[in-house]
């Protein structure tokens, strides 16, 4: 039903700066809210910011509060999150995900991979 790419990952300095992009196609108007989530290596998937398709309500992780923001291009169908200040912590596969009113996430992209050298 939707489909979600992810793209932007790489390796990057602590101190530096990245943005990654994801990409939504088929029935996006059946979305209610897109997430990106980082899954590090050994550890759990844990969502660090979201926003609602509709409008510009959004949220942030408090592990990313101040540096990372969420945001989606006016009326379209790709979603940024733009990673600032970043920390050797911040290393981990990013995953942006989407789901419907009532629904869990359940549409997910393959997700990109973000290495912050210390």
């Known amino acids: 039903q939707v489909q979600l790419q992810e793209s932007g990952g790489g390796l990057v300095q602590a101190g530096g700066s990245l943005r990654l992009s994801c990409a939504a196609s088929?029935?996006?108007?059946?979305?209610?809210?897109v997430g990106w989530f980082r899954q590090a290596a050994g550890k759990e998937r844990v969502l660090v910011a979201a926003i609602a398709w509709s409008g510009g309500a959004t949220y942030t992780d408090d592990s990313v509060k101040g540096r990372f923001t969420i945001s989606r291009d006016d009326g379209g169908n790709t979603v940024a999150l733009q990673m600032s200040s970043l920390k050797a912590e911040d290393t981990a596969v990013y995953y942006c995900?989407?789901?419907?009113?009532?629904?869990?996430?359940?549409?997910w992209g393959q997700g990109t991979q973000v290495t912050v050298s210390s």
């Open positions: 995900a989407a789901r419907r009113r009532t629904n869990p996430y359940d549409y």
């Open positions: 088929g029935r996006t108007f059946d979305i209610y809210e």
